[in-house]
């Protein structure tokens, strides 16, 4: 029987073709931007319109909400992107959409994470969803950094309230990453769907990201040192984030070279979190200058439209699940 994950990223796609949209220039084909951007929007339209729940979910067991997550991810990358085409209008448009998802960061802390936390949890509760909440306050600060420097005049409160939704992701990410080496070191990934691991490794990328848009905006000033002391805290957590992504990467391809064909819904995971490791590499390259570093964003960039296309291309024959909002796993080889 094929191993299917019940865990839903009911804003994976959204995710996937956001980062995605925010890669094109760097991979080339900048006049795929807009585009994709307007299909990360339409997905966010359709999975709303059509409930954002797994029906297979229980309401009674935390972790398994922590695929609600996506969410705010999905609403602060298409604010950030947004605001990223610049104008006052287009920028007051991403504040709304940010602070939307702002709220529902909020929302799910208080409602998921606490409740999954008390009474403590075992280690083999954590998987690689559990990245997802940290995850979603380095993508709200960044959304906020965004938007803060696209307006008419700078706002030094936005500056603050990114840096300390940066500071919270990137401690979150620690702690987790901290539990998932415990928890792989005592049991394994017995019990965890495979794909979220991704998200492990992309949370580093996108700690580094959130880091070096932070540092635009951060109040205390923009001197060289202090652009430098961001910039090593960016290199720090892109290079954990490597660290993770190649196990994750040896396991894929491994994986995948038994697979005889492909089921059940796509896994939008691997191609975020390349998106993600690609934008922290971009940030550490231009916080530092180191062009290794930037050859390797460039890679990357270009890895993320192609797990995008290979997605779309492999699971196109499934168009309604496509962009569900619900990521399954590769059916598992026959022995």
């Known amino acids: 029987m094929p191993s299917r994950s019940r865990s839903s990223l009911p804003f994976g796609a959204v995710m996937a073709t956001g980062a ?8 080339k084909v900048g006049w795929l931007g807009a585009p994709l951007l307007l299909v990360a929007m339409g997905i966010a339209l359709t999975v709303i319109g059509l409930g954002m729940r797994a029906p297979s979910r229980s309401a009674h067991y935390p972790a398994a909400r922590l695929g609600d997550f996506t969410i705010p991810i999905g609403l602060a990358v298409i604010g950030n992107s947004v605001a990223q085409f610049g104008g006052p209008v287009l920028a007051l448009g991403a504040a709304v959409i940010v602070a939307s998802a702002w709220a529902y960061t909020g929302l799910l802390v208080f409602s998921v994470v606490l409740p999954l936390l008390s009474p403590k949890p075992g280690l083999q509760a954590v998987d690689g969803t559990w990245f997802l909440a940290p995850a979603a306050l380095l993508a709200d600060g960044i959304g906020v950094a965004s938007v803060a420097v696209r307006l008419p005049r700078p706002f030094a409160l936005l500056g603050w309230l990114a840096f300390a939704s940066v500071t919270a992701g990137v401690v979150g990410y ?15 990934l017995a019990g965890a769907p495979s794909a979220p691991w991704w998200i492990a490794a992309g949370c580093g990328g996108l700690s580094a990201a959130a880091l070096g848009r932070s540092s635009a905006v ?22 954990v984030g490597t660290a993770a992504l190649l196990p994750v990467l040896a396991g894929s391809i491994r994986y995948v070279v038994g697979v005889r064909r492909l089921a059940g819904r796509p896994p ?4 975020f979190s390349t998106g993600v490791y690609a934008l922290g590499a971009g940030q550490v390259s231009r916080l530092l200058g180191v062009p290794v570093i930037a050859a390797v964003a460039a890679a990357a960039a270009v890895a993320t439209l192609f797990f995008w296309l290979f997605t779309v291309a492999a699971h196109l024959p ?8 619900f990521h399954g796993e590769f059916e598992e080889p026959v022995q």
């Not at 995605?20 to 991979?27: E, F, P, R, T, V």
């Not at 620690?174 to 394994?188: C, I, Y």
């Not at 939008?268 to 191609?271: D, F, N, R």
């Not at 499934?318 to 909002?325: D, E, H, N, Y």
Request: no cysteine; aromatic share 8%; charged share 5%.
């Open 20 to 27: 995605a949209s925010q890669l094109a220039g760097s991979a």
């Open 174 to 188: 620690l702690v987790v990453a901290g539990l998932a080496v415990a928890r792989v070191a005592r049991h394994g």
């Open 218 to 239: 951060f109040p205390a000033g923009h001197g060289a040192e202090l652009l430098h002391a961001f910039g090593v805290a960016a290199l720090s957590l892109w290079m």
């Open 268 to 271: 939008w995971p691997p191609t």
């Open 318 to 325: 499934r168009l309604p699940m496509l962009f569900s909002g």
